[in-house]
């Protein structure tokens, strides 16, 4: 199984709005337009960079804009430069929990997930309702092993946030490899209403409807992950599995021989899930 893939959307961007840039005729109000905005990545990189060059903003403005291009530098996958803008962000700003989450979000990436909670436990403290930072700090619980403190996160991510399709694809995973396929299928049902159409959805639903003897659907969603990442190895043999169990032998085995020859231990990670 994948656990969830962290998104973009788990940092945070907020608008700056610097007292000096408010006269439409400076190009700093351009900077600060493009900065804040959804445009590309680059482009967010070079007008949040003018706007901290040129020194014109207060404490706020500035952190700020250290945020987002941070946030810009992580969707570029430059979680080194993306690290360095949080860090600015917080020595700004210590108490921000913006800041905190997005530097947690970011270590996160970098596979540091003792920092990345510690991060992530300062900015749940300042804010109790941050659904993101919640969301979050459970996936450094599932990469560091600890599938129940995930679930508690992840649960109370989504009482606060509904729409949270992350937590909800979180929850389905959880659930779908400890055995509740039941609840797994709802989440996972939730995590794709919401927009989560990820390989890591589709496949964690996939071995909710495996566990319970759904070979039909167990397809369907096999087949739905393997469109989007065709190299997933688990979905591959978890699809090899439900086509022996529906009867198509030749198929299943096939599935199965071909996830084993790119992945020896496969056999071992669906036993831990109690299939085989």
């Known amino acids: 199984m994948l656990s969830p893939r962290l998104a973009a959307a788990f940092f945070l ?6 007292a000096a840039a408010q006269k439409p005729n400076e190009p700093q109000f351009r900077n600060v337009e493009l900065c804040n905005s959804a445009a590309a990545p680059e482009t967010r990189i070079e007008a949040c960079s003018a706007f901290i060059e040129a020194g014109r903003g207060g404490p706020s403005s500035l952190a700020t804009a ?5 946030i810009a530098y992580a969707e570029k996958a430059d979680y080194d430069r993306a690290a360095a803008d949080f860090e600015s962000a917080v020595a700004i700003d210590p108490r921000s929990a913006r800041s905190l989450n997005n530097r947690g979000a970011v270590r996160l990436r970098r596979g540091d997930y003792d920092a990345a909670i510690d991060d992530l436990d300062r900015a749940v403290g300042l804010r109790p309702d941050y659904a993101r ?3 979050n700090r ?3 619980w599932l990469k560091k092993g600890d599938p129940g403190r995930a679930e508690r996160d992840y649960g109370a991510a989504v009482r606060l946030n509904a729409d949270l399709e992350e937590a909800w694809s979180g929850l389905c995973w959880i659930r779908a490899s400890t055995g509740d396929p039941q609840a ?3 989440a996972c049902d939730r995590a794709v209403a919401g927009g989560a159409h990820t390989a890591a959805t589709y ?6 409807h495996l566990r319970a003897g759904r070979m039909e659907a167990a397809i369907a969603d096999y087949d739905a992950a393997l ?3 065709p190299k997933l190895t688990l979905a591959l043999y978890g699809r090899g599995l439900a086509k022996i169990k529906r009867g ?12 084993k020859a790119a992945r020896p231990d496969v056999v071992e990670e669906f036993a831990r899930y109690g299939v085989r």
Not at 66 to 70: A, C, F, K, L, Q
Not at 250 to 255: E, H, L, P, Q, V
């Open 13 to 18: 961007i907020l608008a700056l709005t610097p």
């Open 203 to 208: 496949d964690s639903r996939a071995l909710a």
């Open 227 to 229: 469109r989007i990442d």
């Open 133 to 135: 930072a919640l969301a």
């Open 138 to 140: 459970a996936e450094a």
């Open 66 to 70: 250290y945020d987002n291009r941070g």
């Open 184 to 186: 797994a299928v709802a």
């Open 248 to 259: 198509e032998t030749a198929f299943g085995y096939a599935d199965i021989a071909a996830a």
